[in-house]
């Protein structure tokens, strides 16, 4: 009889090694998110070291507002949330853009439609360590 490997090796669970380990609170809150965004109150502030532009360069830092009026077709990749969105202020031209999952460090939620900006009181997700990482790898 033929030996089988053990349940978690790689003859069973085929991973790619360069898949960064995930903090699995980001994305069940980013799957928390994708399934709000379609209620006209709700918004995110998503804050990452940077995010990757369609050419694959780096755009310095990442603070996107995610509401049904400026994400849009949001996907869960293998490596980050791919989505479009608008970069500047008062274009319409949409780019789809990847956020990977190890450089997010904040994430913030709230309801509030008085216009204020997001407070301390909606952090619903904080991870200093990662964000202390990404600090002295952009420095």
Partial sequence: ??????V?????LPLPLDVPPVDLRVLALLQRM????DQ????????GSYFLLPDGRRDYPAHLIFHRKTAWN???EEHGLACEV?????????TRILIPYDV???IAR??????SGFVERDIIYYNETVKKQLLAETH
């Fill in 1 to 6: 009889m033929k030996p089988t490997a053990p």
């Fill in 8 to 12: 978690g090796s790689r003859a069973i």
């Fill in 34 to 37: 994708m399934g709000e965004l």
């Fill in 40 to 47: 006209q109150r709700v918004q995110y502030l998503i804050t």
């Fill in 74 to 76: 949001l996907e869960p």
């Fill in 86 to 94: 608008i970069l500047q202020a008062g274009s319409t031209k949409r």
């Fill in 104 to 106: 997010i460090f904040r």
């Fill in 110 to 115: 709230k309801t509030r439609t008085d216009g």
